[in-house]
């Protein structure tokens, strides 16, 4: 399960200005597509659209052959997994943040979950801001550690459909190599969307496609690519 496809897709936030002019594209139930292109592309939108926050102006988006527009919320909130680039964490603890969305998970797939984003040692903290409440100083979390706590909530959540929005840009290369590596693991088997700057982090894609002024510029495997430059 879990098959995405775009089918001739049009969207606009603004009508004198469209971001997709004709998108087209498929990803079979657990293989990765990337999505690279230059920033303001529309990269991101064709996340936004997937998970419904927009909806296409022509065209269809469907998973498994099914128009998202006829699917629902509940059924695509749990079908997909996000990992954005600004990760918004709620007012509560850091393993609460993690369990949304799986709120019935075991303590012990928390910890596993935790222990593959790397985020064990503060699981139990809260974020900064939320400290006056309980007379506790507030974690300070970095940009990275707020990607990380939204990794740790899709390695839990393991959804069929993985999103990862440029998932890796906040982290240092250390990080972002045993991330990559943890992404790497739960990508395994699941249909995953990689939105990325840069060629060189989406290597292993099963196809890369390179949007270019609303259109495919250019698709095809990393190999394919590099050797046409
Ligand atoms: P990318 O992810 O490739 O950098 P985005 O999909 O985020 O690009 O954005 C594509 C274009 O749409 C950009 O020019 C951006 O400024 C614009 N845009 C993004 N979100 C909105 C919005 N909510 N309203 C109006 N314009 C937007
Ligand atoms: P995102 O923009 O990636 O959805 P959030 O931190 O808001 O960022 O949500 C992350 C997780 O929360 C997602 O995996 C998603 O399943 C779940 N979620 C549930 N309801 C919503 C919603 N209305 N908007 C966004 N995410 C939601």
């Known amino acids: 399960a879990g098959a995405v496809e775009f089918r001739d897709v049009h969207f606009a936030y603004d009508p004198a200005r469209p971001i997709l002019k004709g998108v087209s594209f498929k990803v079979p139930a657990g293989k990765t597509i990337a999505i690279v292109g230059p920033s303001g592309a529309g990269k991101s939108t064709i996340s936004r659209l997937l998970y419904r926050f927009y909806d296409p102006q022509g065209g269809q988006v469907l998973i498994d052959g099914q128009d998202v527009r006829d699917v629902t919320q509940k059924s695509l909130r749990h079908a997909i997994g996000m990992v954005p680039q600004d990760t918004v964490l709620f007012n509560d603890t850091i393993a609460y943040n993690i369990r949304y969305g799986r709120v ?126």
């Open 104 to 229: 019935d998970a075991s303590e012990e797939e928390l910890e596993t979950a935790a222990d593959l984003a790397q985020i064990s040692g503060f699981i139990a903290r809260l974020p900064d801001g939320f400290d006056t409440m309980v007379g506790e100083r507030g974690l300070k979390l970095s940009g990275g550690e707020k990607q990380r706590v939204a990794i740790a909530r899709t390695i839990l959540k393991a959804p069929p459909v993985l999103v990862l929005d440029e998932a890796t840009s906040a982290l240092d290369s250390h990080t972002e190599r045993e991330i990559q590596s943890a992404l790497d693991k739960v990508s395994q088997g699941r249909t995953t969307l990689v939105i990325a700057h840069r060629l060189s982090t989406v290597v292993n894609a099963d196809e890369i496609i390179v949007l270019q002024d609303g259109l495919i510029a250019e698709r095809g495997t990393h190999a394919v690519l590099i050797a046409q430059g």
